[in-house]
T-cell receptor, first 112, second 115 residues
Framework: KNEVEQSPQNLTAQEGEFITINCSYS?????LHWLQQHPGGGIVSLFM???GKKKHGRLIATINIQEKHSSLHITASHPRDSAVYIC??????????????FGKGTKLSVKP | KAGVTQTPRYLIKTRGQQVTLSCSPI?????VSWYQQTPGQGLQFLFE???????NKGNFPGRFSGRQFSNSRSEMNVSTLELGDSALYLC??????????????FGPGTRLTVT
């Protein structure tokens, strides 16, 4: 079982829809990151969370430390939001302390 | 500030050869981390350097090595290349390192193809 699980793997939405991507993890963490990767490979860090909720424009990220779960929401989705969204946790235990552990990513396609 | 730069952007090598990839962090950042991304395994952590010292290492064979220079620039080397080493290699820089949470800034990556 992967230490970081994302769902769904693929998501197709119509422009304007509200989108939710989920991330569950099984290890102790010091922080959780949401990353965006566009075709071509470049990765942009969207959020870094250790508790609660953060908002940036149309993007909202939440984390529940007790349930080991985080969600990324996109309101009023737009075709330019089409990308792969990756959840990554920064481990705080044992030999992996400080390392980033990644989910497999959610490929989002927003149709006009 | 200029972003993280990686050179070369694309590389084609033959099985058995070795390769060196370079990463220049954002000015003032002292931590550089390296990641491998493949279609099958996704993103995986390779290693992290801070102030010229390797702080953490992922679960990769000894053929993968790296170093960091006094100006924080970093190189990673893969010896005896295998077909499975074909991947996008990303580096990321940060002003900090260690277990405390910190933002990372990613470079555009080097796409390595091994034939």
């Amino acid at each position: 079982k992967n230490e970081v699980e994302q769902s769904p793997q693929n998501l197709t939405a119509q422009e304007g829809e509200f989108i939710t991507i989920n991330c569950s993890y099984s290890v102790g963490i010091s922080a959780l990151h949401w990353l965006q990767q566009h075709p071509g490979g470049g990765i942009v860090s969207l959020f870094m969370l250790s508790s609660g909720k953060k908002k940036h424009g149309r993007l909202i990220a939440t984390i529940n430390i007790q349930e080991k779960h985080s969600s990324l929401h996109i309101t009023a989705s737009h075709p330019r939001d089409s990308a792969v969204y990756i959840c990554a946790v920064r481990s705080n235990y044992g030999g992996s302390q400080g390392n980033l552990i990644f989910g497999k990513g959610t490929k989002l396609s927003v149709k006009p | 500030k200029a972003g993280v730069t990686q050179t070369p952007r694309y590389l084609i090598k033959t099985r058995g050869q070795q390769v060196t990839l370079s990463c220049s962090p954002i000015s003032g950042h002292r931590s550089v981390s390296w990641y491998q991304q493949t279609p099958g395994q996704g993103l995986q952590f390779l290693f992290e350097y801070f102030s010229e010292t390797q702080r953490n290492k992922g679960n990769f064979p000894g053929r993968f090595s790296g170093r960091q220079f006094s100006n924080s620039r970093s190189e990673m080397n893969v010896s005896t290349l295998e077909l499975g080493d074909s991947a996008l290699y990303l580096c990321a820089s940060s002003p900090l390192a260690g277990g405390a949470p910190y933002e990372q800034y990613f470079g555009p990556g080097t796409r390595l193809t091994v034939t």
